[in-house]
């Protein structure tokens, strides 16, 4: 089936996350809030309302169905964070440690769903694999951070940060098989803990902070060498908008949780399929003037369209 080219153009233009300016002197990233973890059903995240997009592909059944992804999601989040409020009430640091542990995790479990489509042709979409990766690398260096600051100092809590991830490893890329919707929405839910424990922590804790030196691997992550990847995985921004200053540990943990708000934006925007592009994305994919740059796409949303889609169409497989 050949697509009008015109018609693909302006399609892939509407879909396209906006990236926004930051405005002059603002100071902090405002985390969109698109559940409320203690009182669904209501606002999450979806369409407007918390309600899916009304067009012809959302009927009643896929209302329901998106409730109850949504409400199973809610109750594991806060059922762990229970658990953590129990084991780690005083131990900031050690608590840190494993939410960076965990909060990492699901970005390398899209990855590898999506390179096995990507293995078996059915799915094309770079640009995920860029900003999933530029999560994971940012999620990485928060890690970093907490170790040296000694949140990894028990054997207990690696223990327990490992087990946890090694399980939530195979519970995501089970999750994204089957709806990357509802495995998005799992990930957003996460990312709005971590904001709102790290957004409390700052607060508490302000004055003490600022009397505290940055740890090394946070002046290097924020503000030294190539920003590429720090600017890859904010796709509300355009890239180069956000540059961090790093002088004390206030200014380390400010950031961490305005990265937080950046994960939560993108993965609120993960749940409209094909919605997502790299702040980075060649102007090429803009253009209405070269019909060059129109490149087809193989897509599907989860391993059983996938596989229907390679089934009814032989041709799949070789794009």
């Not at 409320?36 to 369409?47: D, L, T």
């Not at 309302?49 to 809610?74: H, R």
């Amino acid at each position: 089936m050949h697509r009008d080219w015109g018609t693909d153009v302006l399609q892939r233009k509407s879909s396209r996350v906006r990236a926004t300016l930051l405005k002059e002197n603002e100071e902090e990233v405002v985390v969109e809030k698109s559940f409320a973890p203690k009182s669904f059903p209501g606002n999450v995240g979806g369409g407007n309302n918390g309600e899916p997009p009304d067009n012809s592909s959302s009927n009643g059944l896929e209302k329901w169905v998106i409730k109850i992804e949504q409400s199973v999601n809610i109750f594991l989040t806060d059922s762990v964070i229970k658990i953590l409020d129990t084991l780690y009430h005083d131990r900031h640091y050690a608590r840190f440690f494993v939410l960076e542990t965990i909060a990492r995790v699901p970005y390398f479990a899209f990855i590898s769903v999506l390179h096995l489509y990507e293995s078996f042709g059915w799915w094309r979409r770079a640009d995920y694999l860029k900003v999933h990766f530029a999560e994971s690398w940012n999620e990485m260096h928060h890690l970093l951070i907490m170790e040296e600051l000694g949140g990894n100092a028990w054997w207990f809590d690696r223990f327990l940060a490992q087990h946890i991830a090694v399980f939530y490893y195979f519970m995501t890329v089970s999750m994204y098989a089957l709806s990357p919707r509802m495995a998005y929405h799992f990930s957003e839910c996460v990312e709005h803990h971590a904001y709102e424990t790290y957004d409390k922590f700052i607060k508490d804790q302000e004055a003490e902070l600022k009397k505290l030196p940055a740890p090394k691997i946070a002046v290097s992550y924020y503000t030294g060498g190539d920003l590429y990847l720090f600017d890859e995985f904010q796709t509300s921004r355009e890239p180069n908008t956000r540059r961090p200053k790093i002088d004390n540990l206030y200014d380390v943990f400010m950031n961490i949780r305005d990265d937080e708000a950046e994960h939560c934006k993108t993965m609120k925007a993960c749940q409209t399929h094909g919605s997502l592009r790299s702040p980075h994305t060649n102007p090429c994919d803009e253009s209405e003037d070269d019909p060059g740059c129109s490149v087809p796409q193989a897509d599907c949303v989860g391993i059983v369209d996938c596989i229907t889609k390679s089934v009814a169409d032989p041709n799949v497989g070789r794009r």
